[in-house]
């Protein structure tokens, strides 16, 4: 039996019939012209739904022994596919669904999104490997392994994309973080020459500020200076180019908002690959 196409795939049994003692030349089988084949009315196969047979007649030759008469009949059989449909396809798909709320829900609420995503892909990942318990063992994917990677990834990558866009989300913090460190590093630098120089950092700051009466205080009128330039400069630019620019969050937020319809468009075109081609090769 072969399963690539499970559980849409189609199977042939056959029963064939043959005398073991008779030759062909003092016993020949032959199907009935008018009836060759009675099936009981309660002919079930657990599973299938027999579609069609059709019936045989050879020689089979043997060096030995010479050869025999043979007939053989061929089942071929559908597997019922309502079940599946019930118990594995529409529960995935449901799944895959449920992880996708967790675009709608803020960055910033972590323990909602994480327990959504988490729950869902646990829940995913428990019922298959129940389903696939009970399917047959083949060293080989078959159509319905196909379906629970695809789906089990889609679940995965909404989990990938909430750590994506809470990096970018927080990295203004972040920034935030490591110039209050800084400031904090170099306010303990010069707290420390001073300390050394067994002086206080104002009175550091006020003799070097110290000018001749009637002096201008040249620093101060090169800061101001440079300060008209760069307002007269940024009003030029202004005029050209628009001066609004994305922060982190804006990104973060705009991820989410396009994920809402990339991934089910994406689930939607596999979908349709999927059952095209499950459906075009039973």
Known sequence: MEFYRYPM????????????ILPSSDLELAWDAEKPLDLNRNFIVAGFILTNYSLEQ????????????????????????????????????????????????????????VTL?????????????????????????????????????FVFASLVEYALVNYIYHKDNRRKRKKTLKRTGSAVSVSTIASE??????????NSEKLEPGMPNKKAVSI????????V???????????????????????????????PILFLVFNVFYWFVLISLT
Request: proline letters at 5%; glycine letters at 4%; one cysteine or more.
């Open 224 to 231: 101001s200076c440079l300060a008209e330039m760069q307002t």
């Open 197 to 206: 120089a067994g002086s206080s950092p104002m009175l550091i700051a006020k």
């Open 58 to 113: 050879r020689m089979k030759s043997y060096p030995e022994t010479g050869n025999f008469s043979r007939i053989i009949v061929r089942f071929e059989l559908q597997r019922e596919f309502e079940h599946f449909l019930l118990d594995i396809y529409i529960p995935s798909i449901l799944f895959v669904v449920t992880s996708w709320l967790s675009f709608w829900v803020e960055i910033p609420a972590a323990p909602a999104r």
């Open 117 to 153: 995503g988490m729950t869902t892909m646990l829940t995913l990942v428990t019922s298959e490997k129940v389903i696939r318990s009970k399917l047959p063992k083949v060293s080989y994917f078959h159509a319905l392994d196909i379906w629970n990677v695809v789906c089990t990834g």
């Open 9 to 20: 795939d189609k199977q042939q049994c056959t029963l064939e019939i043959e005398s073991s």
């Open 233 to 263: 400069n940024a009003i030029d630019v202004g005029w050209i180019r628009d001066p609004v620019k994305l922060t982190p969050r804006d990104i973060a937020n705009g991820i989410d908002r396009k994920c809402r319809y990339i991934f």
